[in-house]
């Protein structure tokens, strides 16, 4: 309870600042362990690998200046009071752990204390290749400018990748991926910091504080291999419910505690064969938590990002550091360039987690890329200057920093010339493909029309309707979301995830996509005003046919006296009153319509001596139909009593309704039958087929055989239905 009100207490700000001032302090405690030994003003050229150590450059105004020069090769230092001490490049290495074994490492650290003890002398002898002996004073180093480098890139990416983590876990305590990236940046800048100080070292250093640095230093990546794994146990989703963390932190305490107690020279490289297995493991584990993000692009593209830092910054780092170190003895790269890119891959880790929930915005993905890849160049170019032509150190990272800004400058001349023309094609194609559209006689609304032209267009993941109003044209989410205004404006339509997932909508999409509606819109008004038009000609024509033509009818049927006439006056009447309903286009309740074709099937059978019988439910749903589905399902009705009539001869009709997601109307008669695919379409059949077409619907012909002798012919008729309004 305690530990938690203590958390609790300090701000994000308050934890941030004390973790800069922890790396602060560490770096100047750095700084005076780098410095405490004696100085010589002697710079050593560390590619070189013949005999004794050959001098790169000599310091003005130093213990060695005026008695020995660049080029010099010193082979033995010789002190009065001790033994003669031979030299190797092996002296000049940068980092011990390159030994193949713990048997070359303690060689490499007798030498360091022998090389420690002579010059720690007041003053010592220098042989040269020649057989000159140059003696030497040791004095103290004068400033900062004495340190390379190396040292201060190392100290810069400590320092910024524990800032990085411990900000990262107080903006999200709670999380167990943030405690990870915590401990992952504490643990790289502890390996940093120790690594800098003895890779800052003249000549050499005592054995006992240059283990005990290796040790730290190895402890440090240890940590923050492990923890970085682990982030990708939890991040963005667990992988399993066990105890993960208790698991690495043994794994790496048994790995340290084995390198620093020497106790099995673990094959191929005691060093460096388990940072190349940790890498594999990043690798696996993020390709698991690509496997469970199928279809989810949010984290599947943030995985993209992971994954590729990932292979870029650590890859480089496998190829070119632990793989020439175990294959070779000796890396391509520098220590300072393999910290920089293993910096740039945690730099990238912390990013992806720190915008996680913005981590889509398109404009900032490629911002960000463009910066890793020039800091990847300039490290790149950088190590090419230094190891393989010689350059020095400050003239060195100048030229690199100039290729890095080369490639800012040809990604923007390459990005204006070729983008801008792709966008600028596409946006004068698409009126075209607008016209088109708006040219083609659709049975589908204005507003449906205008969801499947976003759909084509864009190839969202998934689109909605939501109920808010909205007049303009927005990204959201991240630029996941693409939210547009409906026709008239009174929903929203949300596009999820342009291309399927595989990119995010961009202002690009927003003025593409307002053009789109602008032309909609315009369609929309012209259809509308060629409806009205339309309707109100309709109207005109019912008008007329029920005032004049159907009042004329209706007197020729009360007025005659003949049957025959009568008959043919009254179906004369309900056949306009129908065309009357239908250009007027009025919607009756199911019950309704299901009575009148019950009525009309009663009507059409009575005194045929035929059984009819109708099967429906007891209770009907609120549900209304067009008088267009009305009228056809009660000539279809009719259509199919009539066929039974002319060609089976039936003893029963049976008419049945159901219900579900669709209304299905069963018409079947007993009697002969034929099988259906052995029969010719004639008129009523093709009358049925085009008037179930009009509705949307479907329908089958089958033969249903009950016992031996007993078969019934079937029509099925089924429609989609809608709620009434």
Known sequence: MTDNKLRAGFSPTTTITISAIVAVGL?????????????????????????????????????????????????????????????????????????????????????????????????????????????????AAPGLAVLPVAFWWLLLFGGASFFLGISAWSLRRGEPVTRALAVSGMGFMVSAYTCGIYIARELALPSERFFALVAISHLGLVVFAYAAILTFWYYPRR?????????????????????????????????YAHLVVAFFMLVLLTSLQWRQFRGVPLERAMLKWMLSTMVITLGFNVLLFCVPIIWAGLPV????????????????????NIRYHQFDLEHWWFKAWQWLIFILITLV???????????????????????????????QWFWGRYAGKNSRTLERALPHLIDALMLQQQKITPDQQWRQLIAQ???????????????????ERGGLALKLPSLDGAVTIEAFCCDQGKRLFTAADVNLANRLLELMRHSRDILSAREQGAQEERHRI???????????????????????????????????????????????PLESVMTDIEAGAREQLAGLGIHFEWRSPDNWPAVTLRSQQHINLRRIAREAIANALKHANPENIVIEVDLGQKLCLRICNDGAAAEPSGWIPGRGLNNIKSRVAEMDGSHKWVIEREGTNKQYCCLAVCIPLSPSK
Not at 390 to 401: N, P
Not at 550 to 560: E, K, N
């Open 381 to 411: 170019a950088d190590a090419i200057f230094v190891y393989f032509m010689h350059i020095t150190d400050v003239v060195s990272v100048g030229l690199a920093i100039a290729m890095g800004c080369i490639y800012l400058l040809l990604r």
């Open 542 to 588: 019912q008008r007329d046919l029920h005032d004049d033509v159907a009042a004329r009818l209706l007197s020729l049927l009360h007025q005659t006296r003949e049957p025959m006439v009568s008959k043919v006056a009254r179906n004369a009447l309900r056949g306009l009153r129908d065309v009357i309903h239908l250009l007027g286009d009025e919607e009756a």
């Open 239 to 271: 992988l399993g419910n066990g105890p993960a963390a208790w698991l690495f932190a043994l794994w790496g305490a048994a790995i340290w505690l084995n390198e620093t107690l020497q106790w099995w020279n673990t094959p191929p490289h005691p060093y």
């Open 457 to 475: 267009i864009f190839n969202p993941l998934s689109m909605k309707a939501l109920s808010d109003e909205r007049e303009t044209i927005a990204i």
């Open 27 to 139: 770096a100047l405690l750095s700084v005076m362990l780098a410095m405490s030994g004696p100085w010589l003003g002697m710079v050593f050229d560390r590619s070189y690998d013949g005999a004794g150590i050959r001098v790169a450059q000599v310091i003005d105004n130093s213990p060695s200046a005026g008695k020995i020069k660049a080029g010099d090769i010193i082979v033995a230092l010789e002190v009065p009071t001790q033994q003669r001490v031979e030299v190797s490049s092996l002296v000049t290495q940068e980092d011990p752990d390159y030994a193949a074994s713990y048997a070359e490492f303690n060689a490499f650290m007798e030498l360091q204390q022998r090389v420690w003890q002579a010059i720690s002398a007041p003053s010592f002898a220098v042989v040269l290749e020649d057989g000159r002996q140059v003696v030497l004073a040791p004095a």
């Open 333 to 352: 790269t520098s220590t300072a360039l393999t910290f920089g890119s293993v910096f740039v891959f945690f730099l990238g880790l912390t990013i992806g």
